[in-house]
């Protein structure tokens, strides 16, 4: 059981901000240590799990295709494409349509066809701020409601993907648990058994969540009309400051 302290140095290296990557690290040469192993068997271990992990590096390929895409106005393509589809196609409704594909592709172990980098960032969130810009008569949105916008879209990949990649029984985290029950309790359980019993949870996890999107619409609209009239009084407020200042000047 101490070997898990390497799982404690984790929770605390994330709880104080510390650097990713310097935690994991630190994580992993401490649970070697504990483990008993050697500094040279923890390079080697280090060395062997990259190696077979060398996908993990494929953002290298995929940032710059998107950052080239978003530069030859694929943000604005996104934005016109949501202008087209009707009136009716809500900021909420958009994105709960997003969260059934999302769930659905990774239900089939397109885990990695959309994603914040390949899809959210340069598609969906812009598609979905159209879509509330729609709702504000085509004015610029604020800040505060922006950011919202862009955070429901995030979410919501990571919602889709959380519970959409279970019901896939080739996925990992499947494979891993049937491996560890198996050889710990010397059952025989099915990576399809684990995958059936993860569908009730994708459904739930779609209802839920999808419910708090159509109620997103709401807040929006909510947040909209007093940033709106905040910004009117804001005018109204420095149109007399310069009457006053006119007045002063004649």
């Known amino acids: 059981m101490i070997v898990l302290l390497g799982v404690l140095v984790?929770?605390?290296?994330?709880?104080?901000?510390?650097?990713?990557?310097?935690?994991?690290?630190?994580?992993?040469?401490?649970?070697?240590?504990l483990g008993k192993l050697s500094p040279v068997e923890i390079l080697r271990t280090f060395g062997e799990s990259f190696a077979s992990s060398r996908s993990v590096t494929i953002f290298a390929i995929t940032l710059p295709v998107i950052g080239l895409l978003e530069r030859n106005g694929l943000q604005q393509q996104a934005r016109t494409l949501i202008g087209k589809l009707g009136t009716n196609l809500t900021t909420g409704r958009f994105l709960t349509l997003y969260l059934l594909l999302r769930q659905l592709t990774a239900a089939v172990g397109l885990q990695t066809i959309a994603g914040p980098a390949q899809s959210v960032r340069p598609m969906i969130a812009p598609m979905a701020e159209a879509a509330t810009e729609r709702r504000n008569g085509g004015r610029p949105l604020p800040d505060k409601v922006r950011e919202k916008v862009r955070s429901h879209s995030a979410g919501t990949d990571t919602v889709g993907l959380f519970f959409g990649e279970d019901c896939f029984l080739a996925i990992g985290s499947i494979l891993l648990i049937t491996g560890l029950v198996n050889s710990t309790y010397d059952t025989h359980l099915e990576p399809l058994h684990l995958a059936l019993w993860a569908i009730p949870s994708a459904a739930c996890a779609f209802l839920i969540h999808g419910g708090r999107l159509l109620r997103l619409d709401r807040a929006l609209e909510r947040e909209l009309v007093t940033a709106n009239a905040q910004l009117a009084v804001e005018r109204e407020n420095a149109q007399d400051g310069r009457s006053e200042e006119d007045g002063a000047a004649k």
Do not use: S, Y
């Open 10 to 33: 984790v929770v605390l290296g994330f709880a104080t901000r510390r650097n990713p990557l310097l935690v994991v690290g630190v994580a992993g040469i401490v649970t070697g240590l």
